[in-house]
């Protein structure tokens, strides 16, 4: 349904309220623009560019959306198990991932397949809102963020230790 444009294009607390609940809930931004007596995307966008002194309305709703935004990433994370294992809303009219037929039960692949985009895309997005929880983790680091030195380990075996040179080895035989 497409947004229609309206009279509530003034950014209001409990307009905020709703655009940042909706967003917490897993709706996305353009799917909430598109609802009836939503603002349009582009309205949100100006809101979120504008300059405002803190404490002020755009300034409130900028911060109101960035924990939105950090919340909705937990939420797609929780949908993530629902998906695998078809619990999700959606994934009522296909229960099963297989197609029953006359010769017997075929994996539904594209089903399969929808799932898993559906969970990579959720995998994607958390880990670029939440970084530091969902992110990849390539290396330790300190708290500048630089690597950590790898420390030398030593295995003691218990015999003494080599000689310099095969040569002194058999020396001593």
Known sequence: ?????????????????????????????????????M?????????????DAEGGPYAT??????RARRVQAETLV?????????????????ESDTISTEKGDFPNKEWMQRSALRIDARKWYASKVLPKKYGEK???TDGDGKPLPVPEIRVY?????????EKDVDDDV
């Open 39 to 51: 603002p349009a995307k582009g309205t949100v966008m100006v809101w979120l560019a504008k300059d």
């Open 157 to 165: 075996t218990g015999a003494p230790p080599l000689a310099n040179s």
């Open 78 to 94: 929780d949908e993530i198990i629902d998906i695998a294992d078809n619990r999700t809303v959606e994934d009522v009219a296909a």
């Open 61 to 66: 709703f900028q911060d109101q959306y960035a």
């Open 1 to 37: 349904m497409p947004n229609t444009p309206g009279p509530e294009t003034k950014l209001t607390p409990d307009l905020a309220q709703r655009i940042c609940l909706l967003l917490m809930e897993g709706v996305s931004l353009r799917r909430i623009c598109q609802m009836e007596g």
């Open 138 to 140: 390539l290396a330790l």
